[in-house]
């Protein structure tokens, strides 16, 4: 049995744990090893069974260790996913025991799928993406390195772009793509394409100076 890193111990990194361990229960797969985060007193304060083992910077992946990547913002995410890989590190899929996925839902290495999440058929995450609880309908493409916050609905046939950061209660219109880079605000409603790099807010979404 592989030992599994959280690296990050923040709030996202502290609810993967119970995501893991709901796993754990359903199917018996890792050894949960604690956290890797370089704020070695990131946890001091709040209630949790594990502690931070080693600093993100200092650890060195070795051929029995998994790694599991809670971090929200893309391109811290790309960064550590890149050095790590780099040195030979091992990032599975990720997908909790109540979540909604079909014969024919993709995923690339280091997907987190969140309780109640949804990825429909034909539609398929890039490495790294996170998707919370939230819904993804058909034939959607997810970039690489994303992170799409909960209760938020994309309906279908939509591109979003690599390293694209979408926050709680927004809705992607059909045919809608979303360039990579964008940053999609609380609550817009996007109905037409996003160009890459731009912050949208409001409904309807509009694009706000960067």
Not at 39 to 55: E, F, N, P
Not at 98 to 120: C, H, M, N
């Amino acid at each position: 049995m592989k030992k599994i890193y959280i690296i990050g111990a923040g709030g996202f990194g502290r609810e993967a744990l119970q995501w893991i361990k709901d796993i754990n229960k359903a199917e018996n797969r890792w050894e949960i090893a604690g956290f890797l985060d370089d704020d070695v007193h990131a946890l001091d304060g709040y209630d949790c069974d594990y502690s931070v083992v080693d600093r993100i910077s200092d650890h060195v992946p070795a051929p029995d260790e998994d790694f599991v990547l809670c971090i929200a913002s893309p391109s811290v995410k790309k960064q550590i996913a890149e050095s790590y890989k780099a040195r030979g590190a091992s990032f599975p899929v990720i997908i909790h025991p109540t979540a909604v996925r079909t014969d024919f839902s993709q995923y690339g290495e280091g997907t987190i799928l969140w309780p109640y999440a949804k990825v429909s058929v034909n539609s398929k995450c890039g490495a790294f993406c996170t998707i919370l609880s939230t819904d993804v309908g058909h034939d959607i493409s997810i970039g690489d390195y994303c992170f799409v916050a909960a209760n938020t609905t994309l309906l279908r046939n939509i591109t979003v772009g690599n390293g694209v950061f979408i926050a709680s209660n927004s809705v992607i219109a059909n045919d809608v793509t979303i360039g990579d880079g964008a940053f999609i605000g609380m609550g817009s409603i996007v109905m037409k394409d996003v160009p890459a790099g731009a912050k949208t807010f409001a409904n309807p979404a509009r694009v706000m100076p960067v």
